[in-house]
């Protein structure tokens, strides 16, 4: 059973910078895309960052030129750089895994005090 495990998460100041980890329990190899995930209240899930095991991303475009998601196989782990945050960036981050099944973190808060 793969579990996807978020950390890095806390509150930093408009303009900071935070690194979240998504550590898998398994080889994220085996996994096609993985991903992160936003939830703010009030508002729907969006996408914030997606990589394949081939290194393909796509991003939000709301983050783009400000988030870099990466990954290492060999710690079998995502990482998701946020730079110039924002206010708005304030959210529960939830890292994600899609192949042939899906999977999902429990969330970190993210939280970008004015």
């Known amino acids: 059973q793969m579990q996807l495990v978020e950390s890095g998460g806390g509150m930093v100041q408009t303009g900071g910078s935070l690194r979240l980890s998504c550590a898998a329990s398994?080889?994220?190899?085996?996994?096609?895309?993985m991903g992160w995930y936003r939830q703010a209240p009030g508002k729907q899930r969006e996408l914030v960052a997606a990589?394949?095991?081939?290194?393909?991303?796509n991003y939000g475009d709301s983050v783009k030129g400000r988030f870099t998601i990466s990954r290492d196989n060999a710690k079998n782990t995502v990482y998701l750089q946020m730079n110039s945050l924002k206010a708005e960036d304030t959210a529960v981050y939830y890292c994600?895994?899609?192949?042939?099944?899906?999977?999902w973190g429990q969330g970190t808060q993210v939280t970008v005090s004015s």
């Open positions: 990589i394949t095991s081939g290194g393909t991303t």
């Open positions: 398994g080889s994220i190899f085996s996994i096609p895309v």
């Open positions: 994600n895994g899609r192949g042939r099944k899906e999977y």
